[in-house]
């Protein structure tokens, strides 16, 4: 079964930094592009990061320089090291298999597996 | 700045009704990076629908999903129970996720 769990959310402390992990089964991270989505409470849904199956990474830039996307092959897993957390970093936080176009302007075919998130909570 | 435009914020209709949820960019698309997905209470989100058209696997044929260009629109052609819920399109790309449209009991 094609499953992704994760783990790491906590009540933390601004300013304080948690690793988010994200355990893949039925399929294999290294060879799939995946990303963290956010959903901060009764609010939307906000792209977070994203790590290629080459290995490249990119973040928004609401993150960008305090978050990062890294994968171990080993363990089938994605990471998310969060850093400097903010108040407005509390969220549900969810790992995503994302495949990514094979050519620019083909067919994407969408988010297509979710895990059921893991809750970062910001506040003193 | 790309906009993800989603409307009605809410829509409230009554089992066996069709419902008709509208997302607008400004950027605008060939249809092959729009995907919408459903979101319940208390659960993740789903993948509904991607390339603006196809169904997901799984996903009943009473959704379906068109459009090009700037305008896109996911149509429920009957109500379900188990379609009340929050609806968001999302552009590949810009990575961006519209506000939502909550489908609500009448």
């Known amino acids: 079964e094609v499953q992704l769990v994760e783990s790491g959310g906590d009540l933390v402390q601004p300013g304080g930094s948690l690793r988010l992990s994200c355990a893949a089964s039925g399929f294999t991270v290294s060879s799939n592009s995946m990303s963290w989505v956010r959903q901060a409470p009764g609010k939307g849904l906000e792209w977070v990061s994203i790590i290629f199956s080459g290995g490249n990474t990119y973040y928004a830039d609401s993150v960008k320089g305090r978050f990062t996307i890294s994968r171990d092959n080993s363990k089938n897993t994605v990471y998310l090291q969060i850093n400097s957390l903010r108040a407005e970093d509390t969220a549900v936080y969810y790992c995503?298999?994302?495949?990514?176009?094979?050519?620019?302007?083909?067919?994407?075919?969408?988010?297509?597996?979710w895990g059921q998130g893991t809750t970062v909570t910001v506040s003193s | 700045e790309i906009v993800l435009t989603q409307s009605p914020g809410t829509l409230s209709l009554s089992p066996g009704e069709r419902a008709t949820l509208s997302c607008r960019t400004s950027?605008?698309?060939?249809?092959?990076?729009l995907a919408w997905y459903q979101q319940k209470p208390g659960q993740a989100p789903r993948l509904l629908i991607y390339g603006a058209s196809s169904r997901a696997t799984g996903i009943p044929d009473r959704f379906s999903g068109s459009g090009s260009g700037t305008d896109f629109t996911l149509t429920i052609s009957r109500l379900e129970p188990e379609d009340f819920a929050v609806y968001y399109c999302?552009?590949?790309?810009?990575?961006?996720f519209g506000g939502g449209t909550k489908v609500e009991i009448k």
């Open positions: 995503v298999r994302d495949p990514q176009p094979l050519s620019q302007g083909s067919l994407y075919y969408g988010m297509d597996v």
């Open positions: 999302h552009q590949f790309g810009s990575s961006l």
């Open positions: 950027q605008s698309d060939t249809g092959n990076s």
